[in-house]
């Protein structure tokens, strides 16, 4: 098989802040309340003109002008997402047409906030086999579209945004180096949107109960996060060959810091090695961690040669990790 690795980065935020205060404005809670359990002082927002195919069509057109790959040579696109514009089409094909990929593949993967590297390891077996040359994947959620304004469980978590990245054929040695993926359908119930399905069509009931918006029992989820990081990035880390020592930097799925640092304690590593901006952009569900990347890769925190581990979980419930030689 091929070796395949990342060509270029992007990402792209909604200009609109909403802080701790302000959200203090519309349910009880408090800044301090809020920061103290999730770290997350600040989320961007879109606007209501805003859908995620405009988040995740800037932030594809950065991560091509990064990689220096036109829109006409990608082959394929996948488009993480748990806020689609709409059932279908898919989110993909709408950002193909936006972005002038003519001909290429498009489709959407939704693993929850696993979704960006679910989707990044589909892609890579394309690449690696031969079949696709080179493929965009995109993560992008208006999560602010599904929350309960009222419920201050779930409201104070979360914020909109896409982060994008090219993948292309790599030099043996380099690129993606392993990924663990996993699932574990019995604890779908801890994180859901209920209504809007199969199971549940829309109706005046599900509209005036809510039933759009997510549910979520944020200590089951807590609990299994907390596993889910430590089995995911051990998992890959022991494909890859190499070993916790060696990790030079680690991108984990933006949702609380207690989350974060209960990982970053078992894989041993100092603070400086581990990407956090959840502060300011609380948890963009599959956006998070290609936000997350991109952003490290332009602050330079991340650099050639380096050993970088991504993981991250979510709803499904899901979990997924990456390991990357940069
Ligand atoms: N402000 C003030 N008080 C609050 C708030 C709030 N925003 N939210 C909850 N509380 C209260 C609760 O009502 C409870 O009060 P009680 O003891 O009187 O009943 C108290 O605070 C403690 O609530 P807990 O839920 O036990 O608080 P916890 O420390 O577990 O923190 C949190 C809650 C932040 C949600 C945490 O459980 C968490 O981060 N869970 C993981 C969530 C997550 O990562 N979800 C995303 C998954 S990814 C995806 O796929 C979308």
Same mark, same amino acid.
């Given at each position: 098989?091929?070796?395949?690795?990342?060509?270029?980065?992007?990402?792209?935020?909604?200009?609109?802040?909403?802080?701790?205060?302000?959200?203090?404005?519309?349910?009880?809670?408090?800044?301090?309340?809020?920061?103290?359990?999730?770290?997350?002082?600040?989320?961007?927002?879109?606007?209501?003109?805003?859908?995620?195919?405009?988040?995740?069509?800037?932030?594809?057109?950065?991560?091509?002008?990064?990689?220096?790959?036109?829109?006409?040579?990608?082959?394929?696109?996948?488009?993480?997402?748990?806020?689609?514009?709409?059932?279908?089409?898919?989110?993909?094909?709408?950002?193909?047409?936006?972005?002038?990929?003519?001909?290429?593949?498009?489709?959407?993967?939704?693993?929850?906030?696993?979704?960006?590297?679910?989707?990044?390891?589909?892609?890579?077996?394309?690449?690696?086999?031969?079949?696709?040359?080179?493929?965009?994947?995109?993560?992008?959620?208006?999560?602010?579209?599904?929350?309960?304004?009222?419920?201050?469980?779930?409201?104070?978590?979360?914020?909109?945004?896409?982060?994008?990245?090219?993948?292309?054929?790599?030099?043996?040695?380099?690129?993606?180096?392993?990924?663990?993926?996993?699932?574990?359908?019995?604890?779908?119930?801890?994180? *859901?949107?209920?209504?809007?399905?199969?199971?549940?069509?829309?109706?005046?009931?599900?509209?005036?109960?809510?039933?759009?918006?997510?549910?979520?029992?944020?200590?089951?989820?807590?609990?299994?996060?907390?596993?889910?990081?430590?089995?995911?990035?051990?998992?890959?880390?022991?494909?890859?060959?190499?070993?916790?020592?060696?990790?030079?930097?680690?991108?984990?799925?933006?949702?609380?810091?207690?989350?974060?640092?209960?990982?970053?304690?078992?894989?041993?590593?100092?603070?400086?090695?581990?990407?956090?901006?959840?502060?300011?952009?609380?948890?963009?569900?599959?956006?998070?961690?290609?936000?997350?990347?991109?952003?490290?890769?332009?602050?330079?925190?991340?650099?050639?040669?380096?050993?970088?581990?991504?993981?991250?979980?979510?709803?499904?419930?899901?979990?997924?990790?990456?390991?990357? *030689?940069?």
């Amino acid at each position: 098989f091929r070796s395949v690795g990342i060509l270029g980065t992007g990402s792209y935020l909604p200009e609109k802040v909403l802080t701790n205060h302000d959200l203090e404005k519309i349910v009880d809670t408090s800044d301090e309340w809020i920061v103290k359990r999730t770290g997350i002082k600040e989320r961007r927002i879109a606007d209501e003109n805003t859908a995620t195919s405009d988040l995740a069509t800037k932030a594809a057109l950065k991560a091509l002008e990064n990689a220096g790959v036109s829109a006409k040579e990608i082959d394929l696109i996948i488009v993480g997402t748990v806020t689609p514009d709409m059932v279908f089409p898919s989110t993909a094909c709408i950002v193909q047409k936006n972005i002038g990929a003519e001909g290429a593949a498009a489709f959407d993967l939704e693993a929850g906030c696993s979704g960006f590297l679910y989707s990044l390891t589909v892609a890579q077996q394309f690449i690696a086999t031969g079949m696709y040359e080179k493929v965009l994947v995109i993560g992008a959620e208006t999560l602010s579209k599904i929350i309960d304004w009222t419920d201050r469980g779930t409201c104070i978590l979360f914020g909109d945004g896409a982060g994008a990245v090219v993948l292309g054929p790599t030099e043996d040695g380099m690129g993606i180096l392993s990924a663990s993926m996993g699932a574990d359908g019995e604890g779908g119930k801890f994180l *859901k949107v209920p209504a809007g399905g199969s199971r549940m069509p829309a109706s005046i009931k599900t509209v005036e109960e809510r039933l759009h918006s997510i549910r979520m029992d944020g200590s089951e989820v807590f609990k299994f996060a907390v596993r889910a990081m430590n089995k995911a990035s051990l998992g890959a880390l022991e494909l890859s060959g190499y070993g916790i020592e060696d990790i030079d930097y680690l991108v984990p799925h933006q949702a609380n810091t207690r989350i974060i640092n209960s990982a970053a304690k078992k894989l041993k590593l100092d603070n400086e090695k581990v990407h956090i901006n959840l502060d300011k952009v609380g948890n963009m569900s599959a956006a998070s961690i290609p936000v997350a990347l991109d952003e490290a890769v332009r602050l330079g925190k991340i650099k050639k040669g380096d050993l970088v581990v991504m993981v991250g979980f979510g709803a499904g419930l899901t979990w997924g990790a990456s390991v990357i *030689k940069w």
